[in-house]
């Protein structure tokens, strides 16, 4: 599955860890370890972000160390469900990696401790993060690039052709009035026949209930909502925008149309669920249903909202720490995992290349163009992309080990009608906002 955001969360921050620990947890951006001289080992800590392939980083990184001779890398392959925890224990502890993956976006803990090193101290130049989408923003703090990004994701919307077409709804929905529309026909049709599709549902009101978080905010932000204040400071959910978005995904129950603790993912693959959201990588989920989806689905922009059709950035960044012995090398090895070249091959799983094609090699834009002229679904997936700011992930960051968790609660009991909506809303608001009271 395309990997949420891990569900058990340190109850401390990184910063006060450090603190508690006596680790050599460092209190500056880039300010503890050695530039180096470009060469030497470097420990890499990776969760298997080749979604389908876990294999796959382990052959990447035996072929960076074939590729040279000054710097080898040894990976440990960490699990979704506690690869970050583990990662944060160790760093907190002194004894964590050189390199490691991260969230686009990045977790605040480790800027704030100045745990993590910018990309100009591992031998970025302007010229090379200038080639960035504009996107990378979502990777800056206090005017410094602290991650490079592998790729990124957005959330879109899955359709299934062959349901759309036996209940007659010519063409996927391109707002909210349309897909509640189009998804009440299909549920109430299909029950007709005996068939029972459910005509949409949103991940994370199911069997994952992690997903809620990238769903919620999507619909949030097409309300024109947002997470927080612009200065970081309050929690901003109970809002207009927010009981409009949460009412608005509340009716789907409310009627019928989505049967609650039906799988979004699994649903759709069966052909039980005609139409969900999530990040466009999800789809290397859908192809593995073999002949029960192939041929029978496609990808479409999110519908429209009163506001927007933007929708929630995910993807994955390198790190390096700014305790490690040789930025230098470690810099040497993300350039590398993270280049133009590799980002083009992870488009392969539908990871969004996080590059400007006119600002790469040649050869690469030509695998980069050969990519998207194959597949239709990337002409809407970079729609999608084209709709999108940094702002949400950048608020997501403050706030997020108890926003995400406070959203799993309170908005699954909001859309499902175990609370009312406000209640929901402040409920959220006055979890998170303790947690942006400590960043102070």
């Known amino acids: ?131 960035f989408l504009d996107l990378v923003k979502v990777n800056e703090y206090e005017d410094k690039l602290y991650g490079a990004p592998l790729y990124f994701d957005v959330s879109v919307m899955l359709y299934r052709t062959d349901v759309l077409k036996k209940y007659g709804v010519a063409k996927p929905p391109a707002t909210w009035d349309e897909l509640k529309t189009a998804a009440s026909a299909i549920t109430t049709k299909s029950a007709g026949d005996g068939s029972k599709v459910s005509g949409w549902q949103f991940k994370g009101m199911d069997d994952h209930v992690n997903g809620i978080n990238s769903t919620w905010e999507s619909f949030l932000c097409q309300a024109g909502g947002s997470l927080t204040s612009d200065d970081y400071a309050k929690s901003t959910q109970n809002s207009e925008a927010g009981k409009t978005a949460m ?56 519908p429209k909202g009163p506001k927007s059709g933007c929708s929630m950035v995910g993807g994955h960044s390198l790190v390096a720490s700014s305790q490690s012995k040789d930025r230098k090398a470690a810099g040497s090895f993300m350039k590398w995992l993270a280049s133009p070249e590799r980002s083009a091959q992870y488009m392969d799983f539908r990871a969004i290349f996080p590059y400007q094609p006119a600002k790469v090699a040649p050869a690469v834009k030509a695998a980069y163009d050969k990519q998207v002229k194959s597949d239709p679904n990337w002409a809407p997936i970079l729609e999608q992309l084209g709709r999108n700011t940094p702002d949400l992930l950048l608020q997501d960051r403050h706030g997020w080990a108890t926003r995400w968790e406070a959203q799993k609660a309170s908005v699954v009991a909001g859309v499902g009608g175990q609370v009312p909506v406000e209640e929901a809303l402040k409920s959220i608001d006055d979890e998170v906002g303790k947690a942006l009271g400590t960043e102070k």
């Open 247 to 302: 009412e608005y995904m509340k009716s789907f129950y409310q009627d019928k149309t989505s049967p609650v603790g039906t799988s979004a993912l699994n649903g759709f693959v069966d052909g039980k669920v005609a139409m969900f959201s999530f990040f466009q990588s999800v789809a290397a989920n859908v192809e593995a249903g073999g002949t029960k989806t192939d041929g029978k689905w496609a990808i479409a922009p999110m």
């Open 1 to 131: 599955m395309a990997r949420p955001r891990n569900r058990l969360l340190l109850a401390a921050s990184l910063a006060t860890v450090c603190a508690m620990t006596g680790s050599a947890c460092s209190t500056a951006g880039g300010g503890g370890g050695s530039a180096g001289d470009g060469k030497g080992t470097i420990e890499f800590w990776s969760m298997p972000f080749w979604i389908g392939q876990d294999g796959k980083v382990k052959e990447l990184v035996e072929e960076f160390n074939k590729s040279q001779d000054d710097v080898t890398v040894n990976l440990t392959q960490l699990e979704w469900k506690d690869g970050r925890d583990k990662i944060k224990q160790a760093i907190a502890a002194g004894k964590g990696p050189d390199v490691w993956l991260m969230n686009n976006g990045l977790e605040l803990d480790y800027l704030k401790a100045g745990s993590l090193a910018p990309l100009d101290d591992l031998g970025y130049t302007r010229n090379d993060t200038d080639a």
